[in-house]
T-cell receptor
Framework: AQSVSQHNHHVILSEAASLELGCNYS??????LFWYVQYPGQHLQLLLK??????LVKGIKGFEAEFIKSKFSFNLRKPSVQWSDTAEYFC??????????????FGTGTQLKVEL | DTGVSQDPRHKITKRGQNVTFRCDPI?????LYWYRQTLGQGPEFLTY????????KSRLLSDRFSAERPKGSFSTLEIQRTEQGDSAMYLC??????????????FGPGTRLLVL
């Protein structure tokens, strides 16, 4: 069964600092990869996704992620964080395909706190 | 608002009681998923429907859990004889099957269940 690891459980940054959140998955086949974000008091929202093609994907609010197949990684980056980026970030993998099995497997999440 | 909606948003019940949650997906979405999220963890897949057919169930879904999507629109998740270990956030997500097998799931706000 596939699994997703997020190694940073809590991250504290100052505004304008750069962010990189790690995500590694275990699955040898074709995958879709996602980052979801949950702002305080809000529901899970899609930040960005990778289906195929360019391994560097850009999402909302200046976030980007790079899919490195050889490392089974999909790390999330932002060059300069803002206080409003304070949230919990979840990496997820969908091994998908026709006929079913499109469930998402999530990591345990990374709680990001951005200080002024 | 055309997003995924869930009702109720909060439920407190006593151990042994039955509870039922409702999910209304985005209107044109034919796939509907249920996940459970406990504190400090990412969401875990429970079950999913394509139209009215329940295509996959997790082993997390014990016999006390049942889900339905009778007309391929809204879905209900019932937990019978609740236990304290059922306390969690129950999330619903929906997506549209584009035919490629790859899809993006959109999440609702969740129903937070507390079993006393």
């Amino acid at each position: 069964a596939q699994s997703v690891s997020q190694h940073n459980h809590h991250v504290i940054l100052s505004e304008a600092a750069s962010l990189e959140l790690g995500c590694n998955y275990s699955y040898g086949g074709t995958v879709n990869l996602f980052w979801y974000v949950q702002y305080p008091g809000q529901h899970l929202q899609l930040l960005l996704k990778y289906f195929s093609g360019d391994p560097l994907v850009k999402g909302i609010k200046g976030f980007e992620a790079e899919f490195i197949k050889s490392k089974f990684s999909f790390n999330l980056r932002k060059p300069s964080v803002q206080w409003s980026d304070t949230a919990e970030y979840f990496c997820a993998v969908n091994t998908g395909g026709t006929g079913g099995g499109n469930k998402l497997t999530f990591g345990t999440g990374t709680q990001l706190k951005v200080e002024l | 608002d055309t997003g995924v909606s869930q009702d109720p948003r909060h439920k407190i019940t006593k151990r042994g009681q039955n509870v039922t949650f409702r999910c209304d997906p985005i209107s044109e979405h034919n796939r509907l998923y249920w996940y459970r999220q406990t504190l400090g963890q990412g969401p875990e897949f429970l079950t999913y429907f394509q139209n009215e057919a329940q295509l996959e169930k997790s082993r997390l879904l014990s016999d006390r859990f049942s889900a339905e999507r009778p007309k391929g629109s809204f879905s209900t998740l019932e937990i019978q004889r609740t236990e304290q270990g059922d306390s969690a956030m129950y999330l619903c997500a929906s997506s549209i099957d584009s035919g490629s097998g790859w899809e993006t799931q959109y999440f609702g706000p969740g129903t937070r269940l507390l079993v006393l």
